[in-house]
Nanobody, 124 residues
């Protein structure tokens, strides 16, 4: 079992930055790929970014590529999402998820554990 707790969400102006954190507990953190999903009202859930268990491999949605950076610190059991050049369309609930394996997942079913989510609101 893995418990995930996100922090770092909030309100920011367009063009600004936020860093989300997700603290994990419960099992060997480096065994799990990690991902950040986001879902805006009335829109489908999107896998914004994912990172392998080792941290060597990352993948991003086209909508965030070049602006968001996912990273992890396995010694601290924490994964981060640095979001730069934020746009109003980035407004969503961001949820951290732990993968079923150490390989970065591509879809919802590749992830087994979920945090509660943190709200990110970008004002224009």
């Amino acid at each position: 079992q893995v418990q995930l707790v996100e922090s770092g969400g909030g309100l920011v102006q367009a063009g600004g930055s936020l860093r989300l954190s997700c603290a994990a507990s419960g099992r060997t953190f480096s065994s799990n790929a990690m991902g950040w999903f986001r879902q805006a009202p009335g829109k489908e859930r999107e896998l914004a970014a994912t990172i392998s268990g080792s941290g060597m491999f990352t993948r991003y949605a086209d909508s965030v590529k070049g602006r968001f950076t996912i990273s992890r610190d396995n010694a601290k059991n924490t994964v981060y999402l640095l979001m730069n050049s934020l746009k109003p369309e980035d407004t969503a609930v961001y949820t951290c998820a732990a993968g079923r394996t150490s390989v970065p997942g591509r879809q919802y079913t590749d992830f087994a554990y979920w945090g509660q989510g943190t709200q990110v609101t970008v004002s224009s």
